[in-house]
């Protein structure tokens, strides 16, 4: 306890005990509802579980499920579909989000209002947010295609019925509920920066797209990373909404990797294999996770100052 | 002078644009809550009209378990918020003042606990239903998502206590004061923003959440996303009522909205603008 810390910490007499008698409570918690089931995703990919079969009665398989998982087109196909997902609701939302924040980082009369309409889309449940969206896009009743006819002439679209219409529907009911994220934590950057720094590239005569893009943008980039990151783990682990508006369907066309494993868990009642599946999931958050970490842990950084 | 007045003209334009995207949809549904079945089948938007019926709010309130179902709702809600507020508080002033071995580790690991996919936990908590015969109690969800919400609770509630200067700490320590003592009479006080920002996220994720909610409770302890859900079947959906119930389950995180916009920002910008 002679260690020299950096920090300044206060100081009780009994200190080797009490930190735990804090920490425990919290720790056993999270042990027994997140690390377990973790644990139990690993178990389980290692067995042929079928609801309706007993546990203790499931076949032990080896890495078998592991190994058709590799093969097995469908895991391909979703993932293929998870990722053109990330792309055009991540690019799009970025996008959006940044060019709005940039707009109308100016504060005026009113904004804070503003600001609280457009996180109402946030707190919205998603699966009231697939309710919503599965009946505007209803291809009878549905306004939206109402208002395409009315306006522009088009037939009315089986949206949720095909699958590259089912895909833009979920992308674009992803950007009317996301890109508001993007745009809240940007002007948030933007409104952080040091004035002076702006104010200098002025003097210097640096015009507008020169500052957005020069100074602005680049000192906010650690920021827009994160955001992205954020955004990119929400597609791996999201499922709710597509579930509630077309089931992962038509086909497999707007299937997630998280509503692929429910489906295969619930629907075809394969809980081994999708425990497997589980585990890739695992991985690939985890990955994406420690990217994170490894640029900005406010844990890890603030302790020490 | 004109032309600042014109940008703000564009700058005002443009934000009560946004703000009809953002809110039309919401809209939309709360709508369609008060129209009968005949103007739904219709089809034809009618944004505002002047026979607004009540009809499937008496169904959902009366005939549906839509009270049964709320109870839950506000049980899981509110016990599982009220425990992850005690807990993590806890365990976040630990991390932020006290010195224990495993504090490092303890403090990177809770951002990467807090990732895990709700799809992940699905198919172990319908082993543990069928492990245990416990498929409809509301303690076991209340477990679930007072673990979901620790590990963000206590990160969130790590960035306040740094904000609290030590030195009123360590006046009471100096006055004999116990760490518990220091918790709840020297620190809880000035925690309230910090507790309110917590109580909001993790209130919103139980009250939001389904696909737990839909394994882990029979059919008298559903909560409202996993009853609303019930509304679609296979032979369709009746608009009307889904959306009233929809509109019902959206007031309390709206209303949150209105009365705490400014801490929900602050609970979202904390990760990535603080960090």
């Known amino acids: 306890m002679t260690v020299l810390t950096q920090s300044r910490k206060p100081r009780f007499a009994a200190e080797t005990m009490t930190p735990y008698t804090f920490i425990t409570p919290a720790i056993l918690v999270i042990l027994g509802g997140l690390l377990y089931p973790v644990f139990m995703a690993f ?21 078998d499920n592991f190994v058709r998982m590799v093969q097995d087109p469908q895991v391909w196909e979703v993932l293929w579909v998870t990722l ?160 509630i508006m077309t089931g992962g369907g038509p086909g497999r066309a707007t299937e997630l990797l998280s509503l692929h494993i429910y489906n295969r868990a619930f629907d075809t009642q394969q809980l081994g294999y999708a425990s497997a599946i589980s585990v890739l999931l695992i991985l690939i958050v985890f990955a994406i996770s420690t990217a994170i970490l490894t640029m900005a842990n406010p844990m890890k950084s603030k302790s020490d100052v | 002078m004109n032309d600042t007045f014109q940008r703000q003209l564009y700058h005002y ?41 009540l009809e499937n709010y008496e169904y959902i309130l009366t005939r549906g378990k839509f009270d049964r179902y709320l109870t839950n709702s506000i049980i899981v809600g509110v016990a599982s918020t009220i425990i992850t507020l005690l807990l993590g508080g806890f365990c976040a002033y630990a991390l932020a003042r006290l010195d224990f071995k495993g504090r490092a580790l303890m403090a990177n690991s809770t951002l990467l606990v807090r990732m895990v996919p709700p799809a992940v936990l699905a198919v172990p908590a319908f082993a543990f239903v069928t492990l245990t015969g416990v498929d409809s109690d509301l303690a076991v969800l209340t477990f679930f998502y007072t673990a979901l919400n620790l590990p963000f609770a206590i990160w969130l509630l ?118």
């Open chain 1, 84 to 243: 053109r997902f990330g792309f055009w609701t991540i690019t799009i939302e970025m996008t959006l989000g940044v060019a709005l924040a940039l707009l109308l980082e100016k504060p005026i009369r009113g904004a804070s209002f503003f600001r609280t309409i457009f996180i109402l889309p946030l707190m919205v449940s998603p699966v009231v947010v697939g309710l919503i969206w599965r009946y505007l896009f209803d291809a009878r009743i549905g306004w939206i295609n109402y208002y395409l006819g009315a306006f522009f002439g088009i037939e009315p679209q089986v949206w949720l019925g095909d699958a590259d219409l089912a895909f833009f529907a979920i992308v674009f009911t992803d950007i009317w509920q996301w890109t508001p994220f993007i745009f809240i934590i940007v002007i948030a950057g933007l409104q952080a920066l040091p004035s002076e720094v702006v104010e200098a590239s002025t003097i210097d005569g640096a015009n507008w797209y020169q500052q957005v893009f020069l100074v602005k943008l680049p000192m906010i980039k650690s920021i827009l990373v994160i955001a992205l990151l954020m955004r990119l783990i929400d597609v791996f682990r999201g499922l709710e909404v597509m579930l």
């Open chain 2, 158 to 275: 790590f960035g306040f206590y740094k904000q609290i200067p030590v030195e009123l700490e360590e006046a009471a320590i100096v006055d004999g004061a116990s760490p518990l003592q220091v918790f709840f009479k020297v620190l809880f006080p000035l925690m309230t923003s910090g507790y309110a920002v917590a109580a909001i996220f993790t209130f919103r994720i139980a009250w939001n959440e389904f696909i737990l909610a839909l394994l882990l409770t029979g059919r008298t302890t559903r909560t409202l996303p996993v009853g609303a859900a019930g509304f679609i079947t296979d032979t369709g959906i009746e608009w009307g009522r889904i959306m009233a119930m929809g509109t019902l389950i959206v007031i309390p995180p709206l209303l949150f909205t209105f009365f705490a916009a400014r801490q929900i920002i602050a609970g979202m910008t904390a990760g990535a603008v603080k960090g």
């Open chain 1, 43 to 63: 178990y389980l990919s290692f067995y042929d579980w079928e609801i309706g079969r007993d546990l203790a009665k499931a076949p032990f398989m080896g890495v």
């Open chain 2, 13 to 53: 334009s443009a934000l009560i644009f946004l703000a009809l995207i953002a809110l039309a949809p919401i809209w939309v549904m709360v709508a369609t809550s008060f129209k009968d079945d005949v103007l739904v089948q219709d089809g034809t938007p009618l944004w505002f009209f002047f026979h607004p019926t």
